[in-house]
T-cell receptor
Framework: DTGVSQDPRHKITKRGQNVTFRCDPI?????LYWYRQTLGQGPEFLTY????????KSRLLSDRFSAERPKGSFSTLEIQRTEQGDSAMYLC????????????FGQGTRLTVV | AQKVTQAQTEISVVEKEDVTLDCVYE???????LFWYKQPPSGELVFLIR??????QNEISGRYSWNFQKSTSSFNFTITASQVVDSAVYFC???????????FGTGTRLTVIP
């Protein structure tokens, strides 16, 4: 399968714990995005990478959130000191080239903070 | 400021009926892109179409068609002869010039009843 892959698919954690999610984009895609989706809402943009450079961060990305994309390949999204409000689906997407090309999404990681 | 409104929260139709999903957007940009994505129960967003603001031609792809009208800031999506497999949440999204992300509406949940 050559689509966008996310791991884990589900994560249950206790409030205050740290969690890390991984995204493997389509191999030739230079752009990678993280979105968050809560129940009944559309995805909301969190952050964007072009190759290994993190070029944009949403104001939704508080200082408890950090994302990396070492060597411009896979990406990780870490949430420190999780809160119940962090419970959501975290979606990764990738695209290729310049401009507003179509983005391919992974199946997401569903986080539940208890 | 950008805004995407999908006023229809949920729609139910009987199989083989036609259904139109509405999308109204707001943007100050003269150049922008509009998208439709499908999110089946598996959670992965599937790209359906991208349209730039200079191309107002309607598009048809099999049972799917899109009506883009700049005069009313709408980008509506019609499914002809709906099938059970069309059951999903459909999102309309906007991307402005210089933006690196998609701005999504809240989605319309379509249920096709056999």
């Amino acid at each position: 399968d050559t689509g966008v892959s996310q791991d884990p698919r589900h994560k249950i954690t206790k409030r205050g714990q740290n969690v890390t999610f991984r995204c493997d984009p389509i191999s030739e895609h230079n752009r990678l995005y993280w979105y968050r989706q809560t129940l009944g809402q559309g995805p909301e943009f969190l952050t964007y990478f072009q190759n290994e450079a993190q070029l944009e961060k949403s104001r939704l990305l508080s200082d408890r959130f950090s994302a990396e994309r070492p060597k411009g390949s896979f990406s990780t999204l870490e949430i420190q000191r999780t809160e119940q409000g962090d419970s959501a689906m975290y979606l990764c997407a990738s695209s290729y080239g310049q401009g507003h090309t179509e983005a391919f999404f992974g199946q997401g990681t569903r986080l539940t903070v208890v | 400021a950008q805004k995407v409104t999908q006023a229809q929260t949920e729609i139910s139709v009987v199989e083989k009926e036609d259904v139109t999903l509405d999308c109204v957007y707001e943007t100050r940009d003269t150049t922008y892109y509009l998208f439709w994505y499908k999110q089946p129960p598996s959670g992965e967003l599937v790209f359906l179409i991208r349209r730039n603001s200079f191309d107002e031609q309607n598009e048809i792809s099999g049972r799917y068609s899109w009506n883009f009208q700049k005069s009313t800031s709408s980008f509506n999506f019609t499914i002809t002869a709906s099938q059970v497999v069309d059951s999903a949440v459909y999102f309309c999204a906007l991307s402005e010039t210089g933006a690196n992300n998609l701005f999504f509406g809240t989605g319309t949940r379509l249920t096709v009843i056999p």
